[in-house]
């Protein structure tokens, strides 16, 4: 199957008359595309002038005009890069911006100062996917030629980082809201690019797709064979780009010119270092001119600036490998995706690191809308060339909080997804009918070093001991990344669920940081687990000592009272501690104490249960 469908000038690809009409759409930092596939394969939708790529710039002006594109580029108060802003807080924005951000009120997240109002970055993104979603629209009344058969579009996939987190792919799906479109799914980036690039070059084996774009960047290892896709391990930061090479630019104006940079002067500053930037992909050195002020950038110092940047996308590779248990011999092919994999210094490093030339062929830019079409065209019913199966893996441990604040993974990171799991817990206390959960994402194994998702309760829990009552706590992932949570207690049948829709998304660095905290802290951490674990279980004996003393103490002599009443405060001692073996060992000596007296309390219960009763009336 030829992957770039040719056709007559003039003409479009043509499509069977009974498919269906899907859209493959790269929603971009600094670029958006729009695809589509036909029999021929899949085929990039351009605008009437032959644009394919629509930069992700939104402007709002006093008379409510809306520009996206080229058209907004042209004003000064445009918004750009709002893909950084999806599903974060307003204080996770480190980095300037040529427009202002406002706190919301009500819910912490960024909006952002217009002419016509505040605008979410939800909303901005909303209006990109509007002006992509016109393009196919036009693309197909082109096509069919009669307005009154029309079809409309079924549905769309969208690409998103592989390591978006819930809360930046929910604020993704809630931006194709309001642009009206059918999400059929979100697919991560790289494994649309490694569609599009199995199915054109015919890959198989152990692939790295290497996705640098404008502010994202995701690395992930996938495994190729006979139309199944697996994704075995990704890594990545959804905070690096080649924006980030232009601020190093924009960086050194400002220290070389000494001028005093406004706000309303970022957007030309911006536009200055990245023209720079794409020179210096075809130059040894540029003349860069900002105001009244000029300089020469050689790129001998342009690669000091962005080598650091590099290196991190490096070794974010190096911790992919370590996941899949992989070597670098391991690998049959490096897959370059991304407009900031053209540069000569990231192509240099990234070869020199895996040892074998890089597949760069088909064009970077739109390698995932084209993926993204052809995946989009099989979830509509289309039968497509070639039989496929994608298996995607989420990025990050999902757990819940247990006693002691400790917490209990459920999906491990790169579990293959859609997954359902699911795990049974237990109340704490005698009586207990309320349970809080509290759902976390994360690699460490305490609360206070993971991320909180949400929280909710499972009420109408009956009565019981506690130990009791069985509670089932399920996770299930969908394709789409998106997370949802059940508790039942099974005796009762009462339910409780939530739909993980966290406020913000990570920090710049916290997803990067999880790992290898995760990895630095391991042996720090089973200690803290085992000292937590022993604390829970000693309350538990304590509580339940004290019970029983408080019903039946009569059972016991007065030197057994005293034995039971010191090994209470021996272990009530040992929690001050903080020394998992002492504890233990209280725990212990405590329990063997006891074990006469929860004989005698059993015997006790037996005959009370039995008393004034026919041994007839037993049986039944």
């Known amino acids: ?23 493959g759409i790269d929603l971009g930092t600094t670029n958006s595309l729009v695809a589509s596939a036909s029999e ?37 108060e445009h918004i750009s890069s709002v893909k950084r802003l999806m599903g974060r807080g307003a204080g996770d924005i480190k980095h300037e911006l040529s427009y202002t951000l406002v706190e919301s009120e009500s819910s912490g997240m960024p909006l952002i100062e217009t002419p016509v109002g505040l605008k979410s970055p939800v909303e901005v993104s909303a209006e990109i996917l509007k002006v992509l979603a016109a393009r196919g629209a036009k693309h197909f009344e082109k096509e069919v030629g009669n307005e009154e058969e029309q079809k409309e579009i ?24 309001i642009a009206d479109l059918n999400v059929l799914r979100l697919l ?83 536009t200055c270092a990245r023209n720079a930037k794409h020179d210096l992909s075809e130059t040894d050195a540029v003349e860069v001119n900002f105001a009244d002020w000029s300089g020469e950038l050689d790129i001998g110092k342009y690669y000091q600036f962005i080598d650091p940047l590099i290196d991190r996308t490096i070794k974010a590779c190096r911790r992919v490998l370590r996941d899949a248990s992989m070597s670098i011999e391991d690998i049959t ?51 497509y060339d070639s039989d496929l199966l994608l298996l995607d893996v989420n990025p990050l441990s999902l757990g819940i909080e247990t006693m002691g604040s400790l917490v209990e993974k459920i ?65 299930q992932v969908d394709a789409d990344g998106l997370l949802s949570v059940e508790a039942e207690e099974q005796s009762s049948g009462v339910k409780s669920s939530i739909v993980v829709k966290p406020s913000f998304g990570l920090e710049e660095k916290e997803i990067e940081s999880v790992i290898r905290a995760s990895h630095s802290e391991a042996e720090h951490d089973r200690d803290l687990r085992r000292l937590k674990e022993n604390e829970v279980e000693a309350l ?21 009272l005293k034995a ?41 219960q037996i005959k009370s249960a039995f008393k004034g009763k026919k041994l007839e009336e037993v049986d039944r």
């Not at 009918?433 to 305490?446: I, K, N």
């Not at 993971?450 to 399920?474: D, H, Q, T």
């Open 188 to 270: 991560s980036e790289p494994t649309a690019a490694a569609v599009a690039y199995g199915l054109d070059k015919k890959l198989e084996g152990n692939v790295i797709i290497f996705d640098l774009g404008g502010g994202t960047f995701d690395v992930s290892l996938m495994h190729l064979e006979k139309g199944v896709f697996e994704v075995l391990a990704t890594g990545g930061d959804t905070a690096l780009g080649g924006d980030d090479f232009d601020r190093t630019i924009m960086q050194w104006i400002k220290t070389e010119s000494k001028i005093e940079i406004k706000q309303n002067h970022l957007a030309e500053l911006s």
């Open 154 to 177: 079924e549905g769309v996939v969208i690409t998103v980082p592989a390591y978006f987190d819930e809360a930046q792919r929910q604020a993704t799906k809630d931006a194709a809201r």
């Open 411 to 475: 999906i491990p990171r790169n579990t293959t997804i859609p997954v359902s799991r699911a795990q049974e817990f237990t109340t704490f206390k005698d009586g207990q009918t309320v349970m809080s959960l509290h759902v976390l994402q994360g690699e460490r194994e305490l609360v206070e070093d993971c991320r909180s998702l949400a929280k909710f309760e499972l009420r109408g829990i009956p009565p019981m001991v506690a130990g009791a009552a069985v509670i089932r706590v399920s996770f």
């Open 1 to 23: 199957m030829a992957l770039l469908n040719i056709s007559e000038p003039g003409q479009s690809p043509r499509r069977k008359q009974d498919s269906k009409h899907a859209l």
């Open 564 to 604: 039971i009443q010191e090994g209470l405060i021996s272990l009530q001692e040992s929690l001050k501690s903080a020394d998992a073996d002492l504890i233990q060992q209280q725990s212990e000596a405590l329990n063997e104490l006891s074990v006469t007296f929860a004989a005698r309390r059993m015997d006790s």
């Open 333 to 383: 092919d490096v897959v370059m995706v991304g407009g900031s994999t053209r540069s000569p210094r990231v192509q240099e490093k990234v070869q020199d690191f895996f040892k074998q030339p890089l597949l760069n062929e088909l064009d970077p830019d739109q390698v995932v809308a084209l993926g993204a079409a052809i995946q989009a065209d099989i979830l509509v019913g289309n039968k």
């Open 540 to 560: 538990r004996i304590i509580e339940a000592t004290d019970s029983a003393l408080a019903q039946d103490a009569e059972l016991l002599d007065a030197d057994e």
């Open 40 to 76: 021929g394969g899949p085929f990039i939708i351009s605008d009437s002038k032959e644009s394919a790529l629509l930069p992700s710039v939104v402007a709002y002006s006093n008379d409510e005009n809306i520009l996206v594109g080229q058209a907004a580029l042209k004003s000064n």
